[in-house]
């Protein structure tokens, strides 16, 4: 009997973790805007670089997918690395809606404030079971440094394995 739910309980998840598209490469263009708040004056500044990473896209359904990757970002002295975990709703074969959380972690000498968590949105269009473009705004929601706001636009083409 134990044998026949353990059967049944992996059949199950079979049919819902369908199959795993594999591993891709990402890069593009990134524009990361700081926001800082001290006090009586706040300072805005929009800096213009490169990501560069990789990802792993797991298919949950025929509608949704979940895409964890790992990305590097290069905008004029400030290096970080990005940690978005992306839930894809296919809007058809092609066009997805993506949204999830992302973690940022900022590669540069500060004494707090390293870490971060952004909730991101953009989309997706696949032009071949291969190559993808995606566009994904992060809006961030913590940081340990009050005032101190850094929100990330990434643009960029991907390769799928």
Excluded: C, H
């Amino acid at each position: 009997m134990k044998k026949l739910v353990l059967l049944a309980a992996v059949a199950l998840f079979g049919f819902t973790v369908q199959a795993q598209e594999g591993f891709s490469a990402k890069a593009g263009l990134s524009v990361v805007t700081l926001k800082v708040d001290a006090g009586d004056a706040n300072v805005s500044d929009s800096e213009t670089g490169f990501y560069i990473g990789a990802g792993y896209n797991f298919e949950l359904s025929e509608t949704i997918d979940l895409e964890p990757a790992v990305l590097y970002s290069s905008v004029s002295d400030l290096n970080a690395l990005y940690v978005p975990v992306m839930f894809k709703y296919k809007v058809s074969e092609e066009f997805n809606i993506l949204a999830g959380p992302q973690v940022n972690y900022l590669l540069e000498d500060l004494p707090q404030g390293e870490f971060g968590l952004d909730i991101a949105a953009g989309l997706s269009y696949d032009f071949s079971e291969e190559f993808y473009a995606e566009a994904r705004y992060g809006f961030q929601i913590s940081r340990d440094i009050d005032g101190l706001d850094i929100n990330t636009l990434q643009i960029g083409i991907g390769y799928r394995f």
